[in-house]
């Protein structure tokens, strides 16, 4: 149960494209399409934005989407604004009735 | 209004046991699959523990293993979690999260309640 690895940060001006990665193995990410993204604000729950790779949730705006390759998943935030600087993890299944988080990622809206 | 309501964190000296609560309002809880996920001072979110509708399916982190025991009350619409044997690395934030129904992401989460292990 490793946990996935996401860059620390990433970051982009308002109304540019971001976009993170998160890399597991075969035996998490790689294995299932069951790759999920959580936002979490500052003192705050986190938030489902995508689940299943890349399905959203209502009330999830349509500029947030994901995608998966091999065993990396990515999250791309579009037409960035303010209110998504925030901190993203992803989580996938990991088998055995298991999940795993990545670490995180701190995005600055420049 | 669909809710998830933490309870029973505490401060505890290592070695200890703690009993965490989560209630469940605005929704059936036997339709959902439920979640234990910490996270500790600064730190990002760690997966700790997960339990199907009907409790046949229970998993835990390696680092939990052994230690920690997740339970469910349909009926009380409540989802536990049992600690034992608590270390100082078990500090954290503890978050209760509700599995989609039929699906792998976490759609509801409490506000957390916060286990402080330490002497």
């Known amino acids: 149960q490793s946990a996935l690895t996401q860059p620390p940060s990433a970051s982009g001006s308002p109304g540019q494209s971001v976009t993170i990665s998160c890399t597991g193995t075969s035996r998490d990410v790689g294995g299932y399409n069951y790759v999920s993204w959580y936002q979490q604000h500052p003192g705050k729950a986190p938030k489902l934005m995508i689940y299943e790779v890349s399905k959203r949730p209502s009330g999830v705006p349509d500029r947030f989407s994901g995608s998966k390759s091999g065993n990396t998943a990515s999250l791309t935030v579009s037409g960035l604004q303010a209110e998504d600087e925030a901190d993203y993890y992803c989580?996938?299944?990991?088998?055995?009735?298991?999940?795993?988080f990545g670490g995180g990622t701190k995005v600055t809206v420049l | 209004e669909v809710q998830l309501v933490e309870s029973g964190g505490d401060l505890v000296q290592p070695g200890r046991s703690l009993r965490l609560s989560c209630a469940a309002s605005g929704f059936n809880l036997d339709d959902h699959a439920m979640h234990w996920v910490r996270q500790a001072p600064g730190k990002g979110l760690e997966w700790v523990s997960g339990?199907?509708?009907?409790?046949?399916?229970?998993g835990y982190a390696d680092s939990v293993k052994g230690r920690f025991t997740i339970s469910r009350d349909n009926v009380k619409n409540s989802l536990y979690l049992q600690m034992t044997g608590l270390r100082p690395e078990d500090t954290a934030l503890y978050y209760c999260a509700r599995s989609l129904r039929g699906g792998y992401g976490f759609d509801i989460w409490g506000q957390g309640t916060m286990v402080t292990v330490s002497s």
């Open positions: 989580s996938s299944y990991a088998g055995s009735n298991s999940r795993v």
């Open positions: 339990i199907s509708w009907h409790s046949g399916y229970i």
